[in-house]
């Protein structure tokens, strides 16, 4: 039988949500948004969180593409070679979520143990992103990122920057105050969230890729939202779905974005494994990923200088099961030749920290090969493009 005490702490709970028609109306007064529906909510507890986000991911992913998705991480270095994708995946958000919205079913979900001053800011995120989605239907705006990993980030960060900058606004309008020309007070705000502690076991002990990727849509995606209100005031909220940062680069840099300062694609490296080889996957690698990987296996000082002249990034994996062996082809070009020996000079560090065990081969000004724990590698260095190909069965084969 439950107490009475059990019932009224229910009731109590519930609470929050008593001021969703001033926050949708406050936000609609923001973003000048449009509100066209009433948005329904629920309570749910950590195991039901955990449930969905298992079915989110499951249904986002296949075991086959969670199996691709960590096949890179592991072939770039991001994640440890025992790394358990899924698992710490699911982990990491279940212990993240204190509220979500549910862009399937149209609903809005509030974590019954999260604190109640996290509850009142959490609804407005959420809040803003079922007014984004009566507006500009997110579903359809994430699948438009596609197999482009780094447009999908950038697509990321709008949704979750814009959630995150209105609900500190909300908080600040409360005070007496705006986010507006206070681009130092959006930076600190930013800083704040992007760390994890000892209320958040699963992100500290995850891999720094996984933090930082994890972080950077609602931290650097705020920062982003920030400058583009300061640019076209409140006409920046709808601005950011209708033409979309096509980059994290342009999330970094929005003078970039501004500018429409295009990513390009530069070719792969030859890779012709033969009979047995399938490719696994083409995706992207841009600016965030290569200061991650510059910082992981260097320093922030080093990614800090060389990171933001990215001009843009691939990769592919092609896999021959019979032989157990995974070939990574990646190509990254610079804003110049100098640059992109800078980075040509930082992976050779990078390689060489990422494996147990290195044997250099050859080595001169535009080429560095050997034997790594995966198999053989070449990088080369050709005007301002760097390329590898990595995991190969014999000495530099089929590369040029």
């Known amino acids: 039988m439950v107490s009475a005490a059990a019932i ?17 109306q406050e936000l609609n007064q923001i973003t000048g948004l449009k509100i066209h529906h009433k948005v329904p909510f629920d309570l ?25 998705e960590e096949i890179g991480l592991k072939k ?16 990491l958000l279940t212990e993240q979520s204190a509220a979500f919205y549910d862009y399937h079913k149209k609903k809005l979900y509030i974590a019954d143990w999260a604190p ?35 447009l999908s980030m950038a697509r990321e960060a709008v949704m979750e920057g814009q959630a995150t900058w209105l609900m500190s606004e909300a908080v600040e309008r409360r ?35 996984l933090r930082r990727t994890l972080v950077f849509p609602y931290t650097q995606g705020m920062i982003f939202q920030n400058a583009v209100v300061e640019k076209l005031d409140q006409a920046a909220f709808a601005e950011v779905f ?18 429409h300062i295009m990513p390009t694609r530069p070719p792969l490296p030859h890779f012709s494994g033969g009979h047995g080889y399938k490719r696994l996957a083409w995706g992207t690698m841009g600016e965030l990923d290569h200061a991650l990987l510059i910082e992981q296996y260097m320093d922030t000082k080093h990614a800090d200088e060389v990171a933001p002249h990215w001009k843009g990034g691939v990769y592919a994996l092609e896999e021959n099961k019979a ?34 065990k290195m044997e250099v ?40």
């Open 8 to 24: 009224w702490g229910q009731q109590a709970d519930r609470s929050v949500f008593d001021e969703i028609g001033r926050d949708l």
């Open 44 to 68: 749910i507890s950590k195991d039901q969180v955990n449930t969905f986000l298992k079915d989110r991911v499951e249904e986002k992913s296949s075991q086959e593409d969670l199996r691709i």
């Open 76 to 91: 770039f270095g991001f994640v440890p070679q025992d790394f358990d994708l899924k698992k710490t995946e699911v982990d």
């Open 116 to 150: 109640k001053d996290m509850r009142a800011e959490a609804l407005v995120h959420e809040l803003s992103h079922a007014l984004a989605d009566q507006n500009f239907h997110l579903e359809r705006f994430i699948k438009k990122g596609g197999d482009d990993d780094d």
């Open 175 to 209: 005070n007496g105050q705006t986010l507006k020309g206070s681009p130092a007070a959006v930076e600190e705000m930013s800083r704040a969230m992007d760390s994890g502690g000892k209320d958040y076991p699963v992100f500290d002990s995850t891999p720094m890729y």
């Open 242 to 259: 209708r033409h979309s940062p096509v980059s994290t680069q342009q999330i970094l840099h929005p003078e970039k974005y501004f500018a």
């Open 323 to 356: 032989e157990k062996r995974v070939v990574l082809e990646y190509a990254v070009e610079w804003e110049s030749a100098d640059w992109a020996r800078r980075f040509f000079e930082a992976y050779q560090e990078v390689l060489r920290k990422k494996w147990r």
């Open 361 to 400: 081969q050859s080595r001169n000004d535009s080429t560095f090969s050997g034997l790594g724990d995966d198999g053989y590698f070449v990088v080369r260095l050709n005007g301002a493009v760097v390329s590898s190909l990595e995991g190969l069965r014999d000495a530099a084969v089929n590369s040029n």
